[in-house]
Nanobody, 124 residues
Framework: QVQLVESGGGLVQAGGSLRVSCAASGGTLSSYAMGWFRQAPGKEREFVAFINWSGGIRKYSDSVLGRFTISRDNAKNTVYLQMNSLKPEDTAVYYC?????????????????WGQGTQVTVSS
């Protein structure tokens, strides 16, 4: 069974940058699409970014488009989320997700496996 472990979260000032990583063990990510989702206090978990197995297809939520970049290194079995121009409203726990489903309409649906999450806090 694949296990996903996020890292790289922390506290950053508004306008700053942060990169979070998701490393897999117990299996390879190279055949799967990957996604990042986030959950702020009192809110539902929401889609942030999607990348297909090769990196050739990437999707973003409107709220992060132009500021966040999802990437992957299949040789390292790791997926990244580079977050620039961070805003206080980006504060959330960020989760990586294995094999989200890209849909014709709406955000990608999450797959079955999640990491434990990493906290990102953006101060104003």
């Amino acid at each position: 069974q694949v296990q996903l472990v996020e890292s790289g979260g922390g506290l950053v000032q508004a306008g700053g940058s942060l990169r979070v990583s998701c490393a897999a063990s117990g299996g390879t990510l190279s055949s799967y699409a990957m996604g990042w989702f986030r959950q702020a206090p009192g809110k539902e978990r929401e889609f942030v970014a999607f990348i297909n197995w090769s990196g050739g297809i990437r999707k973003y939520s409107d709220s992060v488009l132009g500021r966040f970049t999802i990437s992957r290194d299949n040789a390292k079995n790791t997926v990244y989320l580079q977050m620039n121009s961070l805003k206080p409203e980006d504060t959330a726990v960020y989760y990586c997700n294995l094999d989200p489903l890209l849909r014709r309409i709406g955000d990608p649906a999450p797959g079955r496996y999640w990491g434990q999450g990493t906290q990102v806090t953006v101060s104003s």
